[in-house]
């Protein structure tokens, strides 16, 4: 962080230089080099580096053409990727900062400015730093490194600014889908529900079809339509979680992770990618409003909506709904509508 920070002094002090000769110089002419900021070819852009004024840091990296990481531990958000790639393609100069605004537009980026920068392979083909929008909200203030002046940054027909798109809060850039399984794509599915032992099962894929176990531990199939399972598996498309927690005491979620979880899903995909997920009941927040029963008005001990999990053995826990979580718990032979069943 010190270091950004001096970067960024050092980065205001040759704005300041060079705005004095570039306002006071006869030509005003400004190389193509020194207010290009487009990427063409995003493509070819292996890592992205973000960072702002907080202390935050997001690098975000290119691991195939669908999967992004951020900070080299998470899947990245896929749209928010695809919206950066395209700003850094598309952006263009509109105007050089104005020499009325320049000392306040240096004082904006010293003060709030976020430092990004562009990778291709190891190779750092840009850095700049961008700034808030101007008066009219149709542009943005960026400074590319080594130009002599900063400029009103804009996407020709886009109405509105970009400064949003540079954020370096790695929670925000960390996907929230927790499984995005799509039509014959599941090998193994496990599911135990400590809480209703009986409505715990298995299903298991055997060439085309699958083989559904009515218990965790049953050994003998239990005949149901095909249909009925694939309507089941069919749930497992877009799967995601609420929020991750970074803040919990760790002395809490040791203590919470010795306990048997109350449910656990475990997934095996056709390629051999395996997923678990052990969730826990998550005490209730003070001061919400599922804080408190609407029958008795008693103060909750529990939370009826939400529960904490834990994925993959991630020392992070994340947030999850049951809501979202209760469909995957519904067994396969409850299914209606098929057969008559």
């Known amino acids: 962080m010190n270091q950004n920070r001096i970067l960024l002094l050092v980065a205001v002090l040759l704005i300041s230089v060079a705005g004095y000769f570039y306002f006071n110089?006869?030509?005003?002419?400004?190389?193509?080099?020194l207010r290009d900021f487009a990427v063409k070819d995003t493509a070819a852009i292996t890592k992205i580096f973000i960072a702002d004024k907080k202390g935050n840091q997001a690098t975000l990296e290119r691991k195939s053409s669908a999967l992004w990481t951020i900070n080299g531990k998470y899947p990245a958000r896929q749209d928010a990727i695809n919206t950066l790639l395209t700003t850094m393609k598309l952006i263009e100069v509109r105007s050089p900062v104005g020499k009325a605004a320049l000392n306040n537009i240096i004082k904006e980026l010293s003060a709030t400015g976020t430092k990004v920068e562009i990778y291709e392979g190891d190779k750092k083909i840009k850095t700049y730093y961008v700034g808030g929008p101007t008066q009219d909200m149709l542009g943005t203030y960026m400074y590319l490194e080594n130009s002599t002046v900063p400029f009103v940054i804009h996407i020709p027909g886009f109405n509105g600014y970009l400064s949003t798109r540079y954020f370096a809060d790695a929670t925000d850039w960390r996907s929230r889908v927790i499984?995005?399984?799509?039509?014959?794509?599941?090998?193994?599915?496990?599911v135990t529900n400590n809480d209703e032992p009986d409505n715990s099962f298995r299903i298991t894929k055997q060439g085309d079809s699958y083989v559904y176990y009515p218990g965790i531990n049953s050994e003998k199939p239990q005949e149901i339509y095909q249909s009925q399972i694939v309507a089941y598996l069919a749930k497992y498309q877009l799967i995601g979680f609420e929020r991750p927690t970074y803040d919990l005491d760790k002395t809490y979620?040791?203590?919470?992770?010795?306990?048997?979880?109350?449910r656990v899903l475990e997934v095996k995909s056709v390629e051999g990618k395996d997923d678990i997920i052990r969730m826990y009941k998550k005490p209730a927040d003070t001061g919400t409003l599922t804080s408190t029963d609407p029958v008795t008005g008693e103060a909750?001990?529990?939370?009826?909506?939400?529960?904490?999990?834990?994925w993959n053995n991630d020392t992070n826990l994340i947030v999850v709904q049951y809501y979202v979580m209760d469909k995957l718990f519904n067994k396969p032979d409850k299914i209606k509508g098929f057969g008559g069943l």
């Open 25 to 33: 110089s006869t030509s005003g002419t400004i190389k193509k080099e």
């Open 179 to 190: 499984f995005n399984y799509g039509e014959g794509q599941i090998q193994f599915v496990k």
């Open 253 to 262: 979620k040791d203590s919470l992770l010795a306990t048997i979880p109350s």
């Open 300 to 310: 909750r001990v529990i939370d009826p909506d939400r529960m904490y999990a834990q």
